[in-house]
């Protein structure tokens, strides 16, 4: 019973090529993350989304799109990949209200752009 | 801007000792401080987590200690073994947003 999935798992693709990313939770949270890993292991948030509405949306070039068809999926497209878009994508979900409870993380999405 | 540091950047401790991971915020208006395990492959997973007001939190050989007037936090492993040896991260969570530390690569050796 896996509780945030990814797919894919490996993702390699050319410069130029437009990619998306797909995750869903079945955990029953309400809010759900993206987050990026560089190769120094460094986690950044990008977006978050609340019951389908984007909360969350760090400096991020436009390219990168988030798109939340319901509270359990939130999927990641990403529009004329560059070498520098390769990283880790990591989807989460949290519950959210009054108690700040632990963000539970997907396995991960290994972007490489050739 | 480096809300959350955390040192060291890597750290080798043998078999049965303790490994101390520290880490500093400035944000006054985190609220929830999490420590993140991870190992290579997977993603990050909630080791143990602490609110502002306990001043420390025990969870079998993990212990946070959390010094607020300070604005900061530590994660002590005790009696460290083989399996702990992983990426560590501490995080601050303010609103909706995990404001992650740059992550501490621990090895423990024979």
């Known amino acids: 019973d896996t509780a945030v999935s990814q797919t894919p798992k490996y993702l390699v693709t050319q410069m130029g090529n437009d990619k998306s990313i797909k995750c869903e939770q079945n955990?029953?949270?309400?809010?759900m993350y993206w987050y990026k890993q560089d190769s120094k292991k460094f986690l950044k948030i990008m977006f978050s989304?609340?019951?389908?509405?984007?909360?969350i949306n760090e400096t991020v070039p436009n390219r990168f799109s988030p798109k939340s068809p319901d509270k359990a999926h939130l999927n990641l497209h990403i529009n004329s990949l560059e070498l520098g878009d390769s990283a880790v994508y990591f989807c989460a979900s949290s519950e959210t209200g009054g108690a700040r409870t632990e963000a539970f993380f997907g396995q991960g999405t290994r972007l490489t752009v050739v | 801007q480096q809300q959350v540091k955390q040192s060291p950047q890597s750290l080798i401790v043998q078999k049965g000792g303790i490994s101390i991971i520290n880490c500093a915020y400035e944000n006054t208006a985190f609220d929830y401080f999490p420590w993140y395990q991870q190992f290579p492959g997977k993603g990050p997973a909630l080791l143990i987590a602490i609110r502002p007001d306990v001043s420390e939190k025990k969870e079998g050989r993990f212990t946070i200690s959390f010094n607020k007037s300070a604005k900061q936090f530590s994660l002590h492993i005790m009696d460290s073994q083989p399996g702990d040896s992983a990426t560590y991260f501490c995080?601050?969570?303010?609103?909706?947003?995990?404001?992650f530390g740059t992550g501490t690569r621990l090895t423990i050796i024979p």
């Open positions: 995080a601050a969570r303010s609103g909706e947003k995990l404001t």
């Open positions: 989304y609340n019951n389908k509405e984007l909360i």
């Open positions: 955990l029953g949270h309400d809010t």
